[in-house]
C-alpha cells in the first residue's frame, strides 16, 4: 500500500516537473504552435477539396442524368416508331385483303377498326356473309390485337417491355 502511495506520488512530481518545464521552454511552444497551424490548415485544405469533390460528383450525377434522360426519349422515339410501323404493316396486311382498298394510308389503328367495322356492316347488309365473317372473325380480331399491342400492353421489344418503359418514361418527365 505504502509502495502504490510512493509510486503515485512520483508520477505526480514527475508530470508536474515536465509539464512546468514543456509549457515554459519556447522551443516547445513554438513546436506546439506550428503543429496546431499545420492541423488547421490541413484541416481547411481536406474540407475545400471535400467541398469541391461533392461539387464534381454532383456535376457528374447531373451530367450522366442528362445523358440518361436524351438516351431515354431516343429509345423511346424509336420504341414508338417501331410499333407504330408494325401496327401499320398489320393494318395494311388486313387492308390489301379488302376489296376497295381499305382506309387511306396515314389512317390510325383506330380508325382502320371503324373502317373494318363500316364493312363488316355493309358486308351483313348485303348478304355478303363469307366477307362478313372474314371481317368479323379475322380481320377485326387481328387488329383489336394491333391496338391492344400498339396501347403498350405486353409489347417486347429487345427484351424490354414497352408498355412499362412507357411508363415509367411519362412518369420521369412527369416529375420535372
Not at 510512493?6 to 506550428?34: E, P, Y
Not at 391496338?147 to 412499362?164: D, E, F, L, Q, S
Request: no cysteine; net charge positive; proline share 3%.
Amino acid at each position: 500500500m505504502a509502495g502504490k502511495i510512493f509510486g503515485q506520488f512520483l508520477s505526480w512530481i514527475a508530470t508536474d516537473i515536465i509539464v512546468k518545464g514543456l509549457s515554459n521552454n519556447r522551443t516547445f511552444q513554438r513546436v506546439v504552435l506550428k503543429v496546431d497551424k499545420f492541423q488547421t490548415t490541413a484541416e481547411k485544405l481536406a474540407e475545400e477539396k471535400a467541398t469541391e469533390v461533392m461539387k464534381m460528383a454532383h456535376e457528374g450525377k447531373e451530367a450522366a442524368s442528362k445523358i440518361a434522360k436524351e438516351q431515354t426519349a431516343a429509345a423511346a422515339e424509336a420504341s414508338t416508331q417501331n410499333m407504330k410501323d408494325h401496327a401499320r404493316a398489320a393494318g395494311e396486311a388486313v387492308n390489301k385483303k379488302l376489296p376497295d382498298g381499305g382506309p387511306p394510308p396515314n389512317a390510325t389503328l383506330q380508325e382502320q377498326l371503324q373502317y373494318l367495322q363500316r364493312q363488316l356492316e355493309k358486308a351483313q347488309a348485303n348478304g355478303d356473309f363469307e366477307s362478313a365473317g372474314k371481317l368479323q372473325h379475322m380481320d377485326i380480331p387481328a387488329m383489336q390485337d394491333a391496338i391492344t399491342k400498339m396501347n403498350n400492353t405486353g409489347v417486347v421489344i429487345g427484351g424490354v417491355n414497352v408498355g412499362a418503359f412507357m411508363k415509367n418514361l411519362k412518369k420521369e418527365f412527369s416529375k420535372e
